[in-house]
């Protein structure tokens, strides 16, 4: 590489964010090539630090397998609500995205699967009508296919912005898993990074047949400061971590992000010739297709 070409790609470097970033928790200086190389995990305290939705999809889905459900759904401000398009409007152009969670499908060494991944660069994750929608329409067609449905959470909770819009998604979501899981009889497996707060982890974030998380993740409803006041009284130090929950039962397994992809594989492994039924039984199909007017016009 020429020295002119390798100062135009710093300087393009620079302009996407520059070389360096700092770690949260312990301050350490990182260099970001390298910190993308190890999947975000600081290499001084092995703290995970954020990923975008993008970066997780490389990690886990096989290179040329995957194929996007829904790329161009975007919110129409149902509310007028006070400066939401021009946030959603600037939250698109830093992000490149259209909301806060991609869905699609792909093969994660070589087992198909369903696949959402919330980002939390969007507005913080938060929950809408069209987080709602695309997860809704991810679950009923792993429903139809049979497929093994994994959601990796990373959420601020439900988007005020959208009022009871935002928190009506729970139950949707919610009401396609029963579907899902009790009629079809399909594995879903919830991977909780951090932070999963708010409606997300009220709703489908702790529905998982399996519930994995992420060490030190931040997962709860209510901030901590809102429970002590509430209580009047302090909590432990490791509240709302991923350690906590493991500690009560709430968790099956804390795995770190670069063993994430060989955990899932041998998860799937033993799942994928168990005796499902790959289907909905007859008789709930009029209700799947309810869950939408979007599936009723198309008579999906």
């Not at 020429?2 to 300087?11: A, G, H």
């Not at 695309?134 to 497929?147: F, S, V, W």
């Not at 901030?223 to 906590?244: C, S």
Request: with cysteine; net charge negative.
């Amino acid at each position: 590489m020429s020295i002119l070409s390798w100062l135009e790609k710093t300087s393009q470097e620079q302009e996407e964010g520059g070389l360096w970033t700092r770690c949260d928790k312990c301050g350490a200086v990182l260099y970001i090539k390298h910190l993308k190389q190890n999947h975000h995990v600081c290499f001084s305290c092995h703290s995970h630090l954020q990923m975008t939705s993008r970066e997780r999809l490389q990690s886990l889905i096989d290179p040329g397998t995957w194929q996007p459900f829904d790329e161009t759904l975007s919110t129409v401000d149902p509310l007028n609500f006070y400066a939401y398009a021009s946030r959603v409007k600037d939250a698109q152009q830093h992000t490149g995205l259209q909301d806060s969670v991609i869905t699609g499908t792909g093969l994660l060494e070589g087992i198909p699967i369903a696949l959402g991944i919330m980002d939390f660069n969007f507005m913080g994750g938060s929950m809408g009508s069209v987080v709602g929608e695309k997860l809704t329409r991810l679950i009923e067609y792993a429903t139809y296919e049979g497929l093994t449905l994994i959601l990796v959470c990373a959420s601020g909770g439900a988007r005020m912005h959208e009022g009871i819009l935002s928190l009506m998604q729970m139950a949707k979501i919610s009401a396609a898993l029963n579907i899902y899981q009790n009629q079809a009889q399909l594995m879903y497996i919830a991977v909780l990074t951090s932070p999963t707060t708010g409606g997300v982890t009220a709703s489908f974030a702790m529905l998982g047949d399996l519930i994995l998380a992420e060490p030190n993740a931040l997962i709860g409803f209510a901030g901590r400061r809102v429970i002590e006041q509430t209580l009047q009284e302090k909590l432990p130090d490791n509240f709302q971590t991923a350690e906590y929950l493991l500690e009560h039962g709430l968790l099956d397994l804390i795995i770190s992000r670069e063993f994430f992809k060989p955990a899932l594989f041998e998860i799937l492994s033993f799942y994928k010739d168990s005796n499902t039924q790959g289907q909905i039984p007859r008789h709930f199909i009029q209700s799947l297709n309810l869950l939408t007017e979007e599936k009723l016009r198309r008579g999906y």
